[in-house]
C-alpha cells in the first residue's frame, strides 16, 4: 500500500518558470518530510526537508510547502534551470521510524 | 571523493544462484541502509543497521540477509535470487540517532539483473 504518492510522472517546464511537484500521503503520522533529487546513474540526493511543526522551509530557489490537513507537500523551484531536470523523490517518516519514498516525478527544464 | 561506493555498479546472475552486492562508505555515519527500487517503484527500505544492530522490515523476504563487518562495509546478500528479484539496489547512509529525521546519503546503486 502506497503511504507517499506523486501522481505526476513527469513535468515539463520552460527555463525562468516556476516548476511545482506534487507529493500526497496517507499516514497522518508523518512528521517528517524531505525531498531528494536524482540525476541518472546517480543515487538520490538530499535537497529540503520540512517538519510537521512548520507548513514552509525555503533554501534558495527551493521551497516545500506542507499542507497537513490535506495530507499534501509541494516543492516549488523558482526559477527553473535546465541543471533542474531530474527525478525528484518525496519521502516521509513517522516518529524516528523508517522513510516511505513516493515514485517520483521526472522534471524537464527547457531552455 | 566519493562518500557512499556501491560495488558493483551492474551485476547479472542467474537464477538461484547467491549473489552479494557490496557498499562502502567514507562518511563515518553509524547508520546505513538497504532500499530496493524496482522500475517505476519508490525505493523500498529492506533493513537497516544501526551501528551493529540490525533491523529488518516485515516484509523483507528471508532471502535477502545482509553483513556488516565494521562502520565501512555493509553487504546484501541475495541467496537465491529469483526473478522477481531484479531491481536497482540503493544504498544509504545516516548519522543520526533517530536515523529518519536526519538526510541519508544514497550510493549510485547496483542494477540488479537477474536471468
Known amino acids: 500500500d502506497q503511504q507517499v504518492k506523486q501522481n505526476s510522472p513527469s513535468l515539463s517546464v520552460q527555463e525562468g518558470r516556476i516548476s511545482i511537484l506534487n507529493c500526497d500521503y496517507t499516514?497522518?503520522?508523518?512528521?517528517?518530510f524531505l525531498w531528494y533529487k536524482k540525476y541518472p546513474a546517480e543515487g538520490p540526493t538530499f535537497l529540503i526537508s520540512?517538519?510537521?511543526?512548520?507548513d514552509k522551509n525555503e533554501d534558495g530557489r527551493f521551497t516545500v510547502f506542507l499542507n497537513k490537513s490535506a495530507k499534501h507537500l509541494s516543492l516549488h523551484i523558482v526559477p527553473s534551470q535546465p541543471g533542474d531536470s531530474a527525478v525528484y523523490f518525496c519521502?516521509?517518516?513517522?516518529?524516528?521510524?523508517?522513510?516511505?519514498f513516493g515514485t517520483g516525478t521526472s522534471l524537464t527544464v527547457i531552455p | 571523493d566519493a562518500m557512499v561506493i556501491q560495488n558493483p555498479r551492474y551485476q547479472v546472475t542467474q537464477f538461484g544462484k547467491p549473489v552479494t552486492l557490496s557498499c562502502s562508505q567514507t562518511?563515518?555515519?553509524?547508520?546505513m541502509y538497504w532500499y530496493q527500487q524496482k522500475s517505476s517503484q519508490a525505493p523500498k527500505l529492506l533493513f537497516h543497521?544501526?551501528?551493529?544492530?540490525?533491523?529488518n522490515e516485515a516484509d523483507t523476504p528471508d532471502n535477502f540477509q545482509s553483513r556488516r563487518p565494521n562502520t565501512s562495509f555493509c553487504f546484501l546478500d541475495i541467496r537465491s535470487p529469483g526473478l522477481g528479484d531484479a531491481a536497482m539496489y540503493l544504498c544509504?547512509?545516516?548519522?543520526?540517532?533517530?536515523?529518519?529525521?536526519?538526510?541519508?546519503?544514497f550510493g549510485p546503486g547496483t542494477r540488479l539483473t537477474v536471468l
Open positions: 544509504a547512509t545516516s548519522t543520526a540517532a533517530t536515523p529518519s529525521t536526519d538526510t541519508q546519503y
Open positions: 499516514n497522518s503520522m508523518f512528521d517528517y
Open positions: 520540512i517538519s510537521s511543526i512548520k
Open positions: 519521502a516521509a517518516s513517522a516518529l524516528g521510524n523508517q522513510f516511505y
Open positions: 562518511l563515518n555515519h553509524n547508520v
Open positions: 543497521y544501526y551501528d551493529k544492530d540490525f533491523n
